[in-house]
């Protein structure tokens, strides 16, 4: 069955600084991988997603994430955080078009002056 | 806004109560769902909806039960729950096909008392 981990549950950075967020999958195949960011009490919103092609993706927020095939992973990555970047952020996957989204547990983003 | 409405935002019910949930879209997607979120837990995906049927069912308990009335309504009808049911209730939609991502409300905080 399909998973998805992110190893870090709490990550603290300063204001300023760069950031990576951790993503591995588990599926045979490539699937569709995705980022979502959610502020307390609110719902999911959209990073950036990927699906084919350049293994560099781009986002919204200056965000952008690599797809690395041979690691099983799509890391997050931002060249410098904002205070209002602090957020959870969540890792997805399904195996194609119309099926559900797995999620992965969250890593919980913090950011200190 | 981000085109998923959930009514109410917060709920809170006894357990001998009957509520319902509501999620509305007007984004012309064709498949609703149900998420949810527990504190230290991953997103449990609940139920999928595409085009009006119901085409997953993750082992949830019966005393949740969706409907689905047509395809920009999804409803969430609560029926004697526990207080471990208590949870931040998530709605999505989104249109199947490559390049497609989930469009999420912003949830409605569920305390079971």
């Known amino acids: 069955a399909q998973s998805v981990t992110q190893p870090d549950i709490h990550i603290t950075v300063s204001e300023g600084a760069s950031l990576e967020l951790r993503c591995n999958y588990s599926y045979g195949a490539t699937p569709y991988l995705f980022w979502y960011v959610q502020s307390p009490g609110q719902g999911l919103q959209l990073l950036l997603k990927?699906?084919?092609?350049?293994?560099l993706v781009q986002g919204i927020k200056g965000f952008e994430a690599e797809f690395k095939r041979s690691q099983s992973s799509f890391n997050l990555r931002k060249p410098s955080v904002h205070w209002s970047d602090a957020a959870e952020y969540f890792c997805?996957?399904?195996?194609?078009?119309?099926?559900?989204?797995?999620f992965g547990k969250g890593t919980t983003l913090s950011v200190s002056s | 806004e981000t085109g998923v409405t959930q009514t109410p935002r917060h709920l809170v019910m006894g357990m001998t109560n009957k509520k319902s949930l509501k999620c509305e879209q007007h984004?012309?997607?064709?498949?609703m769902y149900w998420y949810k979120q527990s504190a230290k837990k991953p997103l449990e995906l609940m139920f999928v909806y595409s085009l009006e049927e119901r085409v997953e069912n993750n082992s949830v308990p019966s005393r949740f039960s969706p409907e689905c009335p047509n395809s920009s309504h999804l409803f969430l009808h609560l029926h004697t729950l526990q207080p471990e049911d208590s949870a931040l209730y998530l709605c999505a939609s989104s249109q199947p096909g490559q390049g497609y991502g989930y469009t999420f409300g912003s949830g409605t905080r569920l305390t079971v008392v």
């Open positions: 984004l012309g997607h064709n498949a």
């Open positions: 990927y699906f084919s092609g350049d293994t």
């Open positions: 997805a996957v399904n195996r194609r078009a119309g099926t559900a989204l797995i």
